[in-house]
């Protein structure tokens, strides 16, 4: 049996944990490396580069997945590269197959599906959660032009809705951030509404993961 040898590259330590119990089930995956950015990840390719395939997150510090992938594609262009990620924007999915990205995968993916999606890459086809097939079409048939950073509107949200944002950073339910901001358990839902709507996201994760980007909080 021939195995198969991956490189999860994801800040989080957790979900780098997730991804591996996800891939413990199948007997040739051989997880032999994980790193925290795109730059730890190059420094053990430049020792051994004797990889199969990456499943690569987008947003981290140091070096993100799209610089990380257009990096590893220009040195290693035997390696395989699955973006596993919980953004499923266009612009992250249209920059990660101009740097070079095999697949594009949500990070709720089950087992099994992960699994088929690393075999279907390494056999030479292009593994997409279908969510983000249908964009990836849309993109290829209305091309967009994305902004560079500071091209960007800077993202303004009130005072409240910081305070908001911050306690949610917290891990806290809304009846306990509307005790603690002394409001209505419905005021702090329609603030989280229209926090959602400035950033352009569809859930918490998604939100603080911008504010924090935009040193919103």
């Known amino acids: 049996m021939k195995m198969i040898k991956i490189a999860i590259v994801d800040d989080n ?3 780098q944990k997730t991804i591996q119990e996800k891939l413990s089930f199948f007997e040739d995956i051989s997880i032999k490396s994980k790193s925290l ?13 004797n990889l199969d395939l990456v499943l690569m997150d987008i947003e ?21 590269i699955i973006m596993l990620t919980v953004f499923d924007n266009d612009e992250n999915i249209f920059k990660s197959i101009k740097a070079g990205a095999d697949g594009y995968l949500l990070k709720e993916i089950n087992p099994q599906e992960l699994y ?18 249908l964009k990836t079409l849309k ?10 950073e500071e091209e960007k509107e800077q993202i303004k949200l009130t005072s409240r809705e910081i305070q908001v944002l911050e306690q949610l950073s917290k891990g806290l ?17 329609k603030h989280v509404e229209n926090i959602y709507a400035k950033l352009q996201v569809h859930n918490k994760l998604e939100a603080i993961h911008i504010a924090k980007k935009n040193n919103l909080i």
């Open 13 to 15: 330590l957790f979900l």
């Open 37 to 49: 950015n795109g730059k730890e990840l190059l420094q053990k390719l430049e020792k051994n580069s």
């Open 60 to 80: 981290m510090p140091e070096m993100n997945g799209v610089e990380t992938t257009a990096e590893v594609k220009k040195r290693y262009p035997h390696i395989k």
């Open 116 to 133: 088929n999606a690393i075999i279907e890459t390494l056999s030479g086809g292009a593994a997409m959660t279908p969510s983000i097939a």
């Open 139 to 148: 993109l290829l048939r209305e091309p967009q032009i994305f902004e560079t």
């Open 173 to 189: 339910k809304y009846d306990v951030i509307a005790e603690n901001l002394i409001l209505s358990k419905g005021t702090i839902r």
